[in-house]
Nanobody
């Protein structure tokens, strides 16, 4: 059974930091690229960051570049999103995704809420 379980969300003040984690199980983690998406109320889901299966390449949305860092630990089947210098506009539900584009496979987690507010 495929599972992606996000954790680490919460309420943080502007300028603060959070670290999201996504623990994967039920599939071969090292075959999959991993991404973080987010969806704010009334807005479409957007891609935040992606990391290749080996961790050798990362990509970021322009809105988070320089503030967020995606990483993965293949020994723990876990992907992380370190979020620094958070802004109110970063408020959203953050979703973890596992992707194997060649086979058209994408798995989703249930999401974790991040709220940036004073």
């Amino acid at each position: 059974q495929v599972q992606l379980v996000e954790s680490g969300g919460g309420l943080v003040q502007p300028g603060g930091s959070l670290r999201l984690s996504c623990a994967a199980s039920g599939f071969t983690f090292t075959y999959f690229a991993m991404s973080w998406y987010r969806q704010a109320p009334g807005k479409a889901r957007e891609l935040v960051a992606t990391i290749t299966n080996t961790g050798g390449t990362t990509n970021y949305a322009n809105s988070v570049k320089g503030r967020f860092t995606i990483s993965r630990d293949n020994s723990k089947n876990t992907v992380y999103l370190q979020m620094n210098s958070l802004k109110p506009e970063d408020t959203a539900v953050y979703y973890c995704s596992a992707e194997r584009d060649r086979y058209g496979i994408q798995y989703w987690g249930q999401g974790t809420q991040v709220t940036v507010s004073s």
